[in-house]
């Protein structure tokens, strides 16, 4: 899959031309190598050390200034020969940047296979970060709220004890005292006592003459 993304450029000498068999792939689209990933654009492939080892490709920007990524490789192969370098891709699912899997220069049946890291390419889509979420406060309408009157509980009815009889009770009026009625003059009474002086004192002298 995704094999039409790799094209290449003739600015570039032949690959069997050169000792590190420079050549430049444009990609239409995101890609995965061993170790990073290629945006859409044109790179440079070529081999790190030609001259002490044939299995390390480098791959730089297209002015060669920057270097994104060089790995080892073991050999592949292909049934089928093109006349331009061209690289096949690992399958990952849908979302996830093609890995490239071998490259191949043009007129080779013989190839340089990508060796990743332990794990392998990335197979997962890449987690966007979600956009914030705004909101706009509304204020709430106040609620209206009835507020019930408290009715003042009822006086407590108080039970009157029984008044004491001695000391509640309204005093009793006393009976006013009865004045008698005045009787005649006392001189009668004066006279009374005289006379009765007088018949004691003729009683005590009888008495002593006949004792004598």
Do not use: C, W
């Amino acid at each position: 899959m995704g094999v039409g993304l790799a094209t290449t450029m003739t600015a570039a000498p032949l690959a069997a031309e050169t000792l590190d068999r420079l050549t430049y792939l444009t990609f239409s689209g995101s890609v995965q190598v061993p170790g990073t990933r290629l945006d859409a654009g044109t790179y440079r492939f070529r081999l790190a050390n030609p001259e002490t080892g044939r299995n390390v490709i480098q791959v730089l920007s297209y002015d060669g200034s920057t270097v994104y990524a060089m790995f080892h490789t073991t050999p592949d192969s292909r049934t089928t020969v093109t006349e331009e370098s061209t690289v096949t891709f690992r399958e990952t699912p849908a979302g996830v940047p093609p890995a490239v899997k071998s490259l191949f220069y043009g007129g080779e049946r013989r190839g340089y296979q990508f060796t990743y890291p332990k794990g392998g390419p990335i197979v997962t889509a890449e987690s966007l970060p979600q956009p914030a979420i705004t909101y706009s406060p509304i204020t709430a309408p106040p609620e209206e709220v009835t507020v019930a009157r408290a009715e003042p509980p009822p006086a407590p009815i108080l039970e009157e004890a029984p008044a004491s009889a001695s000391v509640e009770s309204a005093a009793e009026p006393q009976p006013a005292a009865v004045e008698l009625p005045h009787t005649a003059s006392p001189v009668p009474l004066v006279a009374l006592g005289g006379l009765a002086s007088l018949i004691l004192g003729l009683g005590a002298n009888l008495m002593r003459r006949l004792l004598s």
